[in-house]
Structures are given as C-alpha cells and as structure tokens.
C-alpha cells in the first residue's frame, strides 16, 4: 500500500489515533505533523495552546519547530500563524483588512463598537478589575447594565474579584477573546497612556 492511500483511508470505527507514524519516512512524517497542526488551527474558533497541539503529533516532536516551519511555509500567503494570549491561531495579514472590507460583509459585525462601548471596553483593560462604580467615576455617569452585557456577550469581558467597596459589587476583567480581538500578547502590550496635564 502507498503512503497517499494510506493517508486518505478514513479512520476505522474504534482505531487508536496514531500520533507516532513509525510507519512514514522522517521527511513525510514531518509534514504530516504539520498538517495535523494547521488542520487544528484552521478548525478551531479560539487560539489553541501548545498543550492541545501536542497532542495530534509524536512524543518528544517540538510543537515550536512545526510552528516555525508552518509559518516558514505561511510568508507568502496573506494569512499567518500568531502567537496571541500563549495560544496559537491564525490570522489574516493586517495588508489585506482593506481588500477584505471592500469584497463584502464578511466582517463579523457582532464585533462593531459603538464609541461608549469602546471607551468603557478601554476603561476596563487599563483600570480592571473595575465596577460599575469605577466606571462611572472615569465617565462621571453610570454605565448601563446593557452596554456590560454587550461587551460580555461578545465574550470580551468577564467577571473579576468582588471589589472591596461596601456591598463587594462584581468586577469586570478582559478576556482572552478581548486579547484576541485587539492582537494583543497580554495585557503588557496595551499602548500606554498619554495622560493630559491640568
């Protein structure tokens, strides 16, 4: 049997998942892991972590040296693999958000912010774990209850530590999805502020 028919014959009902490929060259067996590794990422909403690719691939192969070679592979096309929030994913070049804007609306627009919802979404990254009280002493009025279960919903904030305040109100913090949305590494690589004298 050649490796291509190998390769394509689908999985029988009960088969162990063979992660090793003793059975392929050095060279394929490589380039099967590779596959294996985009085809996770390709598939997958969210980014995935080192933990989670290693587990389609041999013991002791270096998920990192794929990666390497994947992105090797990646330079030319208008897509790369990045590293966001410790996790892997990939991402459409910044070069072709124009092109991609122009071709229709394939844009989520779940993912629109209206000005407010910007401005509290900021807030929260720079000053978190925040509340709404917090929040409405940066905006010097409340902050709806809607506009939190917006950003919440688009799975960009979440829940902190009870703030310390009478009554302990809930916190918001950002998420890895608000990491994700922005390209950001960690919280590390929010711009800094340029705070105006008085």
Not at 157 to 184: K, M, Q, Y
Request: aromatic share 8%.
């Amino acid at each position: 049997m050649n490796v291509a028919t190998r390769k394509r014959k689908p999985a029988e009902e009960g088969a162990v998942f063979d992660r090793e490929l003793e059975d392929l060259p050095q060279e394929l067996r490589w380039r099967e892991w590779m596959g294996r590794i985009e085809a996770v990422l390709f598939a997958s909403a969210t980014p995935v972590g080192r933990d989670g690719l290693a587990r389609v691939v041999g013991q002791g192969v270096s998920v990192e040296m794929l990666i390497e070679d994947i992105q090797a592979d990646l330079a030319a096309r208008p897509y790369e693999l990045i590293l966001v929030a410790g996790d892997w994913m990939f991402r459409t070049k910044t070069q072709f958000a124009d092109a991609i804007k122009a071709a229709a609306d394939l844009g989520d627009q779940s993912l629109a912010f209206t000005e407010i919802e910007m401005g509290v979404l900021c807030a929260i990254a720079y000053h978190q774990p925040i509340d709404r009280a917090g929040l409405a002493d940066i905006f010097g009025k409340e902050v709806s209850r809607d506009l939190l279960a917006r950003l919440r919903y688009k799975d960009l904030i979440g829940s902190g530590p009870r703030s310390p305040r009478p009554g302990a109100p809930h916190t918001f913090v950002t998420t890895e999805t608000f990491l994700a949305t922005f390209d950001l590494q960690s919280l590390r690589d929010l711009p800094e502020l340029e705070l105006s004298k008085p």
